[in-house]
Each structure stands twice: as structure tokens, then as C-alpha cells.
């Protein structure tokens, strides 16, 4: 495991890979309020134990990467699509296979339009088609709940972890045990590790940045492979349906009673299929390649 913060302009982005260099390259790219931690440790070697070299980062406004005041986002949508090519070419890769989960998956979908050449194949986990709308919103439950965070104190470590508690148990799997213990331990490390937690608000406001631009999943010219949770509040199977419907030859992988999270259980499922789509190593060697443009 290695950490590199790479540079784009003003911005820091801190990344973490797995595996070998030599390696093709895998790169995750996770959801709102999420720093990378939230691809846990173990999943990310389990990805590199089968030939990936894997690249983690935290997004803007997550962990150790740039974060501006709560309130403040000066920074779109499509400007995370260019912080994560920022990242492939802080570590000289030409391209990668590119995971996205939740709002991870938004800008995975964002970078494979913009970059095609950049995106070997494309996997998007418990996220929602870039240009359909008619899709079933958050469960009730769901909505109940996140509407509280609009009275959480942000600044009150009690009131955050009481809150991302809720939330952790609102979008576990309905097939395996939700362990709190190791939930709130997880939470407390990544609360602790963020150089504002309180940013991670910020992506609440996020705008698309698009301008005259409708970027739409039909569109997409990579290999997609889908996986969705069937029981996930956010996003409802349904939408992980409708992406895999819209993009020709696109696979959809269900993990059953799934939530909206990266449940133990269900790691050796999701990294054999995200392996099996990425293709066998011996088609993937990654072409020598310079970096010459300034991030």
C-alpha cells in the first residue's frame, strides 16, 4: 500500500494504491460524504490479489484531499470527473478501468463520456443513468431520515456520529447482519482522519457544471457492468436496471437483499465480477506511457 497526493492546480487530491504498478490499473471512485476509506482496506487487496493495481482517492471535501468551508462549493460535478483523470495522470496511466459507487458512479459515468480514451471498462455500483429521471426515489424510510440532516450540528461530534450511525444502518444489506460495533469504529476513523468532516456537506450543493451540455448513460462507449443491491433505499433496483438497459451490451450484476454499502459478505461477489469484466491480464498489460501535461 502506497499514498502519492497529486496536485491539480489548488487542489490536493490524496490517493492510496494496492497491488502492483505493473499491474492494469483499476481506479475507485467513491460516493457523496464518502471519503476512500469507504472502499474498505480488505476489498481493495482482495482487488489487487487478482492482478489490479488499485487506486483509491478521496474526493474534494473528503478526508485528506482539498476542503473548502462548509457551505462553500466552488466545484461541480464535472470538475470531479477532471480531479479523477487528474489522478490517473498523476500516476502516468494512460487508461484504466474505472469503478464508481453512488455519486462515485455519476462521475465515473461523467469521465467515460468526456474521456472515452481514457476508460478501458466501466463499472458503476448502487448508483442512477446519467440522463433518466423517471426513476423511483429514496424509500420512505430513507427520505425520513435524511431529511434530519438538514438539523444535524456539523460542528457537534456527538450529533454527527449519532447521525452517520442512523445512516449506516438505514442503507445496510437486509441479507446479512449489520455489525454497529464495527460500524461505529469505522465512522470515529473516518471522522478523525478528515481534515473537516463537516466539509463533507458541501456535496449536497453540488451542481452538474454542464452548462448546454445533457450528458446521458446512452451515450457511454466503454463495457458497463452494473451491480445493485436489491433492497438498496437510495438508489431502488430499478435504477440500476434502467443504466443497464440504456447502454448496449451492458451487464447487470443483482446482489440480493444488497443495501447501499460494501457489505463483507458480499466482497467476494462484487470484486470477482468487477475482475471478470475488467478481462483476463494478459489482454490488459498497460501500454508504456509518458505523462508530459501539467496537472
Known amino acids: 500500500m502506497a499514498d502519492l497526493t497529486i496536485t491539480r492546480g489548488e487542489v490536493e487530491l490524496a490517493t492510496e494504491t494496492f497491488g502492483h504498478s505493473s499491474d ?22 482482495q482487488l489487487a490479489d487478482q492482478g489490479r493495481f488499485v487506486i483509491r482517492y478521496d474526493n474534494r471535501d473528503t478526508g485528506l484531499s482539498t476542503t473548502y468551508p462548509p457551505g462553500s462549493t466552488p466545484y461541480t460535478l464535472s470538475d470531479m470527473a477532471e480531479d479523477a483523470v487528474a489522478v490517473l495522470d498523476g500516476h502516468g496511466i494512460k487508461a484504466a478501468d474505472i469503478a464508481g459507487m453512488s455519486l462515485g458512479g455519476f462521475i465515473a459515468q461523467r469521465v467515460a463520456l468526456a474521456h472515452p480514451d481514457r476508460v478501458r471498462t466501466l463499472t458503476i455500483l448502487s ?6 429521471e423517471d426513476l423511483p426515489p429514496f424509500t420512505e424510510a430513507y427520505s425520513a431520515h ?35 460495533g464495527a460500524a461505529r469504529l469505522f465512522v470515529e476513523r473516518d471522522m478523525d482522519r478528515a481534515r473537516s ?31 445493485h443491491g436489491t433492497a438498496d433505499p437510495i438508489f431502488p433496483i430499478a435504477h440500476g436496471e434502467a443504466l443497464a438497459n440504456a447502454v448496449s451490451g451492458a451487464k447487470l450484476q443483482r446482489i440480493e437483499g444488497g443495501g447501499h454499502e460494501l457489505h463483507p459478505n458480499d466482497w467476494p461477489q462484487i470484486t470477482r465480477a468487477i475482475a471478470t469484466h475488467a478481462g483476463p491480464l494478459d489482454m490488459k498489460k498497460p501500454a508504456a506511457w509518458t505523462f508530459t501535461r501539467p496537472v
Open 197 to 227: 468532516f463537516a466539509s463533507v456537506t458541501n456535496h449536497f450543493m453540488l451542481e452538474n457544471g454542464d452548462g448546454d451540455k445533457r450528458p446521458a448513460a446512452a451515450d457511454l462507449r466503454v463495457p458497463l457492468l452494473v451491480i
Open 127 to 132: 448508483s442512477s443513468p446519467l440522463g433518466i
Open 24 to 45: 492494469p490499473a483499476l481506479l475507485l471512485i467513491m460516493g457523496a460524504m464518502a471519503s476512500m476509506l469507504w472502499w474498505p482496506e480488505e476489498f481493495c487487496r
Open 146 to 180: 435524511a431529511a434530519t440532516g438538514e438539523t444535524v450540528d456539523w460542528t457537534d461530534r456527538a450529533d454527527v456520529l449519532d447521525f452517520m450511525m442512523r445512516d449506516v444502518s438505514m442503507i445496510a444489506s437486509t441479507t446479512h447482519p449489520h455489525d454497529a
